[in-house]
C-alpha cells in the first residue's frame, strides 16, 4: 500500500519562503516518478513540477527560478523548496507519484497561503 504524507504548508507573506515534504511509504522514490500538483482556489489541479526515476526535473513556467523539487532516498521523501512567494502561489499542494506499476498515488494535500 502506497501512502503520501504531505507536511509544511502554512501562512507566509509575499517574498518569503516554504518547503513542502512528502513522505512516501510502500515503494521507493527511486523507482518513481514524482510529481507537485497544486489547486487553486476555485481553479482545476495543476501540475507544479516533476522528477523522474532518472533524476529529469521539469517545473512550470510559473514557478521555474523560484521552485525547487528535490529527493532524499535515505529518508524516502520528495521535497518542493518554495521561494519568493506570490500571492498566486496560494493553493492547496498535493504529492503525487507514479512507481512501476504505474498506478496513480495522492497526498491528502498541504495548504499555502501567501498573503500580507
Known amino acids: 500500500q502506497v501512502q503520501l504524507v504531505e507536511s509544511g504548508g502554512g501562512l507566509v507573506q509575499p517574498g518569503g519562503s516554504l518547503t513542502l515534504s512528502c513522505a512516501v511509504s510502500?515503494?521507493?522514490?527511486?523507482?518513481?516518478?514524482m510529481n507537485w500538483y497544486r489547486q487553486p482556489p476555485g481553479k482545476q489541479r495543476e501540475l507544479v513540477a516533476s522528477?523522474?526515476?532518472?533524476?529529469?526535473?521539469n517545473y512550470a513556467d510559473s514557478v521555474k527560478g523560484r521552485f525547487t523539487i528535490s529527493r532524499d532516498f535515505g529518508k524516502n521523501t520528495v521535497s518542493l523548496q518554495m521561494n519568493t512567494l506570490r500571492p498566486e502561489d496560494t493553493a492547496v499542494y498535493y504529492c503525487?507519484?507514479?512507481?512501476?506499476?504505474?498506478?496513480?498515488?495522492w497526498g491528502q494535500g498541504t495548504q499555502v497561503t501567501v498573503s500580507s
Open positions: 522528477v523522474n526515476t532518472g533524476g529529469s526535473r
Open positions: 510502500g515503494t521507493s522514490i527511486f523507482i518513481a516518478d
Open positions: 503525487h507519484a507514479v512507481p512501476r506499476t504505474r498506478v496513480n498515488y
